[in-house]
Nanobody, 123 residues
């Protein structure tokens, strides 16, 4: 089993930055995707960004391209989401997820999830 723990959320003003972290422990497979998803009040959970653990290949939702950067630290089994130029529309609970044995942005393939961390952007 894989355990994921997010941290780094908080309250920031529009235009500011935050860096989220997702630490993985337990069973961990190199052949997997680590991704960030978010869910705003009254909305479905949506894809934000993903990274292939083995190759470093990344993918981003159009809404965050150019503003967010996903990265990984293999030695620490940790994935990060650097969020810049934050807007009120970015307010959501952000979840870290893991999709074993594949490279994908599809939510259904993600089998392990963290507890979520709240990001609130004020204007």
């Amino acid at each position: 089993q894989v355990q994921l723990v997010e941290s780094g959320g908080g309250l920031v003003q529009a235009g500011g930055s935050l860096r989220l972290s997702c630490a993985a422990s337990g069973l961990f497979f190199r052949s997997l995707t680590m991704g960030w998803f978010r869910q705003a009040p009254g909305k479905e959970r949506e894809f934000v960004a993903a990274i292939s653990w083995s190759t470093g290949t990344t993918a981003y939702a159009n809404a965050v391209k150019g503003r967010f950067t996903i990265s990984r630290d293999n030695a620490k089994n940790t994935v990060y989401l650097q969020m810049n130029s934050l807007m009120a529309e970015d307010t959501a609970v952000y979840y870290c997820g893991s999709a074993p044995y594949t490279w994908t942005t599809a939510e259904y393939a993600y089998k392990y999830w963290g507890q979520g961390t709240q990001v609130t952007v004020s204007s």
